[in-house]
C-alpha cells in the first residue's frame, strides 16, 4: 500500500471514529489529478479496495476510499451482508460528500468535479452520491451494484454514468441490471454500459472464485477513459 490513512469532515463533523482515520487517500507519483472517489463492496475498507485507489493513483488520479464501516471489515459473507444492511444510508451519503469535498480542496486535485467509482454496494452508494450532490460529481462509475436499501434520485444526475455488469450474477440478474440503465436513459441522462462474460465481483482479484482477469482488464481500460473524458 502506498497510501495514508486520513480524516475529513462530514456533514460539519469529523468522521474520523477509529485510529485508523476515515478514508484511505492515494496520490500521484507528481503533479495534480482528477479526483475520485473508491467506495467499498460490503467487506469494507479492505486492501483490495486500497490497491484499487492505488492503481487509479498510478494513472494519475487523486484517489480516495472512504471508510463507510469506520474500521471494521469482514471476510464472511454473511456478515458482509448484514453490515450493508446495517449501514445508515444517510450518514454514508453525508461522508461521500465530506469525502468529495475534502477531494476538491487538495492541493493535488485538478478540476470542479471528482469521480465516483463503486463495486458492489459501493456501485450503488457511488450512483446515489452523484445524483444526490450533482454539484460536486462529475462521473459515476457501478460496478455492479447493488444495495436494496438505495434508491438513487435519477432525476437530479447532473452527469455521465459507466456501469459494468456481469452476464452469469448470482447477485444482481442481469434482467435488473439492464433494467437499472434503462431507467437510467429514461431520465434523459448519459449511460455508457458494459456487460462481460463473468460473474459477480468479477474485478476483484483478491479472490479467486470470482475474478475474471479478461474482463477485468477491459472494464479498467473502460474506467480510465470514460474517467479522463467526463473530468477532464
Known amino acids: ?36 472517489l473508491v467506495i467499498q463492496e460490503y467487506w469494507g475498507l479492505v486492501d483490495h479496495i486500497k490497491d484499487v485507489a492505488d492503481r487509479f493513483a498510478a494513472e494519475g488520479f487523486v484517489a480516495l476510499a472512504p471508510d463507510l464501516y469506520h474500521g471494521e471489515s469482514t471476510t464472511h459473507p454473511d456478515e458482509a451482508g448484514r453490515r450493508m444492511m446495517a449501514l445508515d444510508i444517510g450518514n454514508a451519503g453525508a461522508e461521500l460528500r465530506g469525502a468529495a ?38 462521473a459515476a462509475v457501478d460496478f455492479y451494484g447493488i444495495h436494496p436499501a438505495v434508491a438513487p434520485k435519477l432525476g437530479d444526475l447532473n452527469c455521465a454514468v459507466q456501469a459494468h455488469f456481469a452476464d452469469n450474477d448470482g447477485f444482481v440478474p442481469i434482467a435488473d441490471a439492464r433494467a437499472l440503465v434503462e431507467r437510467i436513459a429514461a431520465a434523459g441522462k448519459r449511460v455508457d454500459s458494459h456487460v462481460y462474460p463473468a460473474g459477480h465481483a468479477f474485478f476483484n482479484d483478491a479472490r479467486p472464485e470470482a475474478y475474471h482477469a479478461a474482463s477485468a482488464a477491459l472494464a479498467w481500460q473502460r474506467t480510465l477513459a470514460f474517467l479522463r473524458a467526463e473530468l477532464a
Open 1 to 36: 500500500m502506498s497510501g495514508t490513512m486520513i480524516e475529513f469532515r462530514a456533514n460539519g463533523r469529523t468522521a474520523l471514529r477509529t485510529r485508523r482515520g476515515a478514508g484511505y487517500l492515494s496520490l500521484p507519483a507528481t503533479g495534480t489529478g482528477p479526483g475520485v
Open 101 to 138: 469535498d475534502y477531494l476538491l480542496a487538495h492541493d493535488r486535485v485538478a478540476g470542479k468535479c471528482v469521480g465516483a467509482v463503486g463495486f458492489c454496494m459501493g456501485g450503488q452508494l457511488a450512483l446515489a452520491a452523484a445524483c444526490d450532490h450533482p454539484d460536486v460529481f462529475g
